[in-house]
């Protein structure tokens, strides 16, 4: 009876530390350093169904839709499955992400993930030619990712991701490697879900390109020399942006073709204040769902906040497949909006 209890108790324990957590965040703001990081894209989370709900998803082990928030989310489930996500994000940049899981039977879950971020072309301007010089620039960044998830017992499951991140500003770019590390726990089969995160984990990097190599005159005042000395412009290392999260997600069954999703998430990010993002999804006879939640509570100078959307899950002879889109609000900014496309067989 005894072992009974101290078992019972573990769960208890990590809801208390998790629930003070999501209590303390908006109480443990620090002076903000946005811009300060390298792969700001890194931070635009992919899954159109956990965007419409607050992108609380760091408490979400149903499968490759939570692995951005929490590398162990898909450690549980089964089969192979395949995500596609497209964002329109601000000024008509475009957003993709790509991923894809397979079972390596008692070892776990491999999965892969592919996330791109484009500008298009953008006109080069001067002081001197304001209205442009007449050549055009890019801004792109790719991340690749390989992670790997299992289930330690039948109730804690762990993971972890390896990605290569580069950032390319016309001919220039930096590139670094960083890590995930997560853990999921269920409180009961069918009930609390536990969460927590720590993302993007890396080493800084610095710009290199031919954009940086000029020609100088060592001595502009003297005549007669070299007026023209090959040379090479340094930027500062640029830390990549970590964030930890913690959160909960909580079913609830209203009737036999009717559930509810919770979800609740406290952040803390390296060049950011501590905020808190929530929302719930209404799921019918497993085929809609409609979903609202509310992002980035009590982060300084938040541009983010309400947001929902909807989904459609259906099933063929040999595959199911979901369809899910997500809007999200911005105070000063543009709306953006999320298309994703999951199947599984």
Same mark, same amino acid.
């Given at each position: 009876?005894?072992?009974?209890?101290?078992?019972?108790?573990?769960?208890?324990?990590?809801?208390?530390?998790?629930?003070?957590?999501?209590?303390?965040?908006?109480?443990?703001?620090?002076?903000?350093?946005?811009?300060?990081?390298?792969?700001? #894209?890194?931070?635009?989370?992919?899954?159109?169904?956990?965007?419409?709900?607050?992108?609380?998803?760091?408490?979400?082990?149903?499968?490759?839709?939570?692995?951005?928030?929490?590398?162990?989310? *898909?450690?549980?489930?089964?089969?192979?499955?395949?995500?596609?996500?497209?964002?329109?994000?601000?000024?008509?940049?475009?957003?993709? !992400?790509?991923?894809?899981? #397979?079972?390596?039977?008692?070892?776990?879950?491999? !999965? *892969?993930?592919?996330?791109?971020?484009? %500008?298009?072309?953008?006109?080069?301007?001067?002081?001197?030619?304001?209205?442009?010089?007449?050549?055009?620039?890019? $801004? %792109?960044? @790719?991340?690749?990712? /390989?992670?790997?998830?299992?289930?330690?017992?039948?109730? #804690?499951?762990?993971?972890?991701? @390896?990605?290569? $991140?580069?950032?390319?500003?016309?001919?220039?770019?930096?590139?670094?490697?960083?890590?995930?590390?997560?853990? %999921?726990?269920?409180?009961?089969?069918?009930?609390?879900?536990?969460?927590?995160?720590?993302?993007?984990?890396?080493?800084?990097?610095?710009?290199?390109?031919?954009? /940086?190599?000029?020609?100088? +005159?060592?001595?502009?005042?003297?005549?007669?020399?070299?007026?023209?000395?090959?040379?090479?412009? =340094?930027?500062?290392?640029?830390?990549?942006?970590?964030?930890?999260?913690?959160?909960?997600?909580?079913?609830?069954?209203?009737?036999?073709?009717?559930?509810?999703?919770?979800?609740?998430?406290?952040?803390?990010?390296?060049?950011?204040?501590?905020? $808190?993002?929530?929302?719930?999804?209404? @799921? !019918?006879?497993?085929?809609?769902? /409609?979903?609202?939640?509310?992002?980035?509570?009590?982060?300084? +100078?938040?541009?983010?906040? /309400?947001? #929902?959307?909807?989904?459609? &899950?259906?099933?063929?002879?040999? =595959?199911?497949?979901?369809?899910?889109?997500?809007?999200? *609000?911005?105070?000063?900014?543009?709306?953006? &909006?999320?298309?994703?496309?999951? @199947?599984?067989?």
């Amino acid at each position: 009876m005894s072992a009974r209890v101290r078992i019972g108790a573990r769960p208890l324990s990590c809801a208390v530390l998790a629930l003070a957590a999501l209590a303390l965040a908006p109480a443990a703001r620090a002076q903000t350093k946005t811009g300060t990081t390298l792969g700001q #894209f890194l931070m635009i989370e992919p899954s159109a169904r956990i965007a419409a709900m607050g992108n609380a998803g760091v408490a979400f082990d149903g499968g490759l839709e939570g692995v951005y928030y929490n590398a162990a989310a *898909g450690a549980r489930a089964t089969g192979t499955e395949i995500l596609f996500s497209h964002a329109e994000w601000f000024a008509g940049i475009r957003y993709d !992400y790509v991923a894809a899981a #397979f079972s390596v039977g008692s070892w776990g879950r491999l !999965y *892969g993930t592919i996330t791109s971020l484009g %500008s298009g072309e953008i006109d080069v301007r001067t002081v001197d030619q304001p209205l442009g010089t007449g050549e055009r620039f890019t $801004v %792109s960044d @790719v991340a690749i990712g /390989l992670g790997y998830a299992r289930p330690i017992t039948e109730r #804690f499951a762990a993971g972890l991701v @390896v990605r290569y $991140v580069q950032e390319s500003i016309w001919h220039n770019s930096a590139s670094t490697v960083t890590f995930d590390v997560a853990t %999921s726990f269920r409180v009961a089969p069918n009930g609390l879900r536990l969460g927590s995160s720590l993302s993007n984990y890396g080493t800084s990097a610095t710009f290199d390109g031919r954009d /940086l190599r000029i020609t100088y +005159d060592n001595d502009p005042n003297r005549s007669g020399d070299n007026g023209a000395l090959p040379g090479l412009r =340094f930027t500062q290392d640029y830390a990549v942006p970590v964030l930890f999260r913690v959160g909960l997600g909580m079913p609830y069954r209203i009737n036999p073709d009717a559930q509810l999703w919770f979800a609740v998430d406290a952040a803390h990010p390296s060049d950011n204040s501590e905020s $808190v993002s929530g929302g719930v999804e209404l @799921v !019918y006879r497993d085929m809609a769902a /409609l979903r609202l939640g509310y992002q980035s509570l009590f982060e300084q +100078d938040s541009e983010e906040g /309400l947001t #929902f959307g909807a989904g459609f &899950h259906g099933n063929l002879e040999r =595959f199911d497949y979901r369809l899910d889109y997500a809007w999200a *609000g911005h105070q000063r900014l543009d709306s953006t &909006h999320r298309l994703g496309l999951g @199947v599984s067989f």
